[in-house]
């Protein structure tokens, strides 16, 4: 039972125009999400993260929102540059558990196209 | 210190055989988790330590995988007996505590033969 899923396995966009990728979760005590990016053959790298008291939080070129009601957050990207082509991870973390671990998304793979 | 470092990179093993793996977390971070990715997957929690307790195992660590993490530094995975199954990303990661984000290491790819 995927608590995180990203049901858009890849995404294709102009360099230069906005990329959005989108997350949903299942688990209502999720208070904490975080985007990470992949590129092969490393691991996966911290991008923005949000609270669940917030619906926005942006950082430079990335903006993530989260729609609590929903249970969906996505991930803006604008201008897309062809260095973002990678794999996102969706991730979820519950304040009820004191472990922080975080639960993972499948993965969007992002082509950004000179 | 340059983040979260694994070692090896790569390791192909012949089934049946025992393999152990290496992560350096960041110094001052007393949280480390291990965490196996599989091909059109994302990461998957196996384990975590806070100092050198290991406090929590997933169920996907069977009795054939054993992790260490001794005096709260560097942290060992090991895997006896690997199965073809066990072939995946194994990642580890490290975190201050109550801290939400992260960092991860580059991996240890296990190609199991």
């Known amino acids: 039972d995927q608590q995180v899923k990203q049901n858009s396995p890849s995404l294709s966009v102009q360099e230069g125009r906005i990329s959005i990728l989108n997350c949903d979760y299942t688990?209502?005590?999720?208070?904490?999400f975080l985007w990470y990016k992949k590129y092969p053959a490393e691991g996966p790298t911290f991008l923005i993260s949000?609270?669940?008291?917030?619906d926005k939080n942006e950082d430079g070129r990335f903006t993530v929102f989260l729609n609590k009601s929903a249970k969906h957050l996505s991930l803006h990207i604008v201008p897309s540059q062809p260095g973002d082509s990678a794999v996102y991870f969706c991730a979820a973390i519950s304040g009820m558990d004191s472990s922080y671990k975080l639960i993972f998304g499948s993965g969007t793979r992002l082509l950004v196209r000179p | 210190d340059t983040g979260v470092s694994q070692n090896p990179r790569h390791k192909i093993t012949k089934r049946g055989q025992n393999v152990t793996f290496r992560c350096d977390p960041i110094s001052e971070h007393n949280r480390l988790y291990w965490y196996r990715q599989t091909l059109g997957q994302g990461p998957e929690f196996l384990t975590y330590?806070?100092?050198?307790?290991?406090?929590?195992k997933s169920r996907l660590l069977s009795d054939r995988f054993s992790a260490e993490r001794p005096k709260g530094s560097f942290s060992t995975l090991e895997i006896q007996r690997t199965e073809q199954g066990d072939s995946a990303m194994y990642l580890c990661a490290s975190s201050l505590m109550m801290q939400g984000e992260a960092f991860f290491g580059q991996g240890t790819r296990l190609t199991v033969v």
């Open positions: 688990n209502s005590m999720f208070d904490y």
């Open positions: 330590f806070q100092n050198e307790a290991q406090l929590e």
């Open positions: 949000i609270s669940s008291i917030k």
